[in-house]
């Protein structure tokens, strides 16, 4: 058997599983299926998502769910401002040797250690304590007392916020924003898929969600991620986006007027990395204009620092980086993701 047929036999395999993977979640999701295809590129992509939304629109129900279908121990921590960066990692606590009666430290594992962490309101603790998911998310090991804990692999965090009552919240610094691969934001449901979403929540039919997909299927599709092609000119397309947020260097005079600061080489890994994960989601082995268009705007939501007069006028993110690529691609129609 080649190579390639191999290859295509595994992408097959793979995007069976995943389509499975989404009618578990669609058991208890109605509509969503933008926010969805996110949650699964970031997966494919072997990144951590941040989703925003208002209460009541099943952030936390959809990583559940999401969770509950695939074969990967799962945690949820509450982030509350009281929490303390030991009840995410962990502590050492004293122990005793029956046999010959020495004491001595042994570290207790926190709930950062699985493979699956939803971090809820993530902004509602200290900076202190968002710090400690820094060197979690970034280098996929845990430092306590000077030793490093690897964590198991497949990781992924998918933290939460609320957009409103920011009274009382801390919000997440610019570094640890930069390492979520994409910030996602769930928007109300329309009204066909609201009333859907009254019929299916208040009866007395339970859905039970099945575990179609396990963690070593998760690293297969990684690893065919970084196979999916892209062409140079794709890559230079990508680098001239990325470049273009920076105020100051930008081509486009929209960028210079409102923006701050602009997006880092990284915008780039993660744009190119979730046009893979993308393309390889629809069964295809090429990444198209297409797919970068659909990762821009999650890509650099967070990585696009808007002026003050930017804000007063209500510039966002999203404006800038729709008005990028009217200029930078304007054979192609957008819209706000």
Do not use: C
């Amino acid at each position: 058997m080649s190579a390639l047929h191999k290859t295509e036999e595994a992408v097959t395999e793979i995007i069976t599983k995943l389509n499975a993977l989404k009618n578990e979640i669609r058991k208890k999701i109605v509509g969503q299926e933008e926010t969805i295809d996110q949650l699964l590129i970031t997966f494919l992509a072997g990144g951590h998502a941040l989703l925003e939304g208002v209460p009541g629109l099943a952030k936390t129900l959809m990583i559940r769910t999401l969770s509950d279908a695939i074969d990967l121990k799962f945690r949820r921590i509450q982030f509350t401002p009281d929490l303390m960066p030991s009840d995410i990692i962990g502590t050492e606590i004293l122990e005793e040797d029956h046999a010959t009666g020495k004491r001595f430290f042994k570290f207790n594992k926190g709930p950062v250690f699985s493979n699956i962490i939803l971090a809820d309101e993530i902004n509602r603790t200290s900076p202190k304590t968002q710090a400690a998911l820094l060197e979690a998310m970034q280098e996929f090991e845990v430092t306590y007392a000077g030793t490093t804990y690897p964590l198991e692999r497949p990781f992924f965090i998918l933290a939460t916020q609320n957009p409103i009552e920011q009274a009382g919240t801390f919000p997440l610094p610019e570094a640890q924003l930069d390492r979520f691969l994409l910030y996602i934001r769930i928007l109300y449901p329309t009204a066909e898929e609201e009333r859907a979403i009254l019929q299916s929540t208040t009866g007395k039919v339970k859905q039970v969600i099945n575990k179609v997909i396990e963690g070593k299927d998760i690293i297969s599709a990684q690893q065919l991620v970084r196979e999916v092609h892209i062409s140079p000119e794709m890559i230079d397309l990508v680098s001239r986006i990325v470049r273009a947020t920076r105020p100051g260097n930008s081509e486009v005079a929209y960028v210079n007027e409102w923006g701050r600061w602009g997006a880092g080489p990284r915008a780039g890994q993660a744009m190119i990395l979730t046009a893979k994960a993308r393309a390889l989601l629809l069964g295809n082995f090429a990444v198209t204009i297409d797919d970068l268009h659909h990762v821009a705007y999650p890509v650099l939501r967070h990585r696009i620092l808007m002026g003050f007069k930017a804000e007063a006028e209500g510039i966002t993110p999203d404006m800038v980086t729709q008005r990028l690529l009217e200029q930078i691609t304007p054979d192609r129609s957008n819209k706000i993701k």
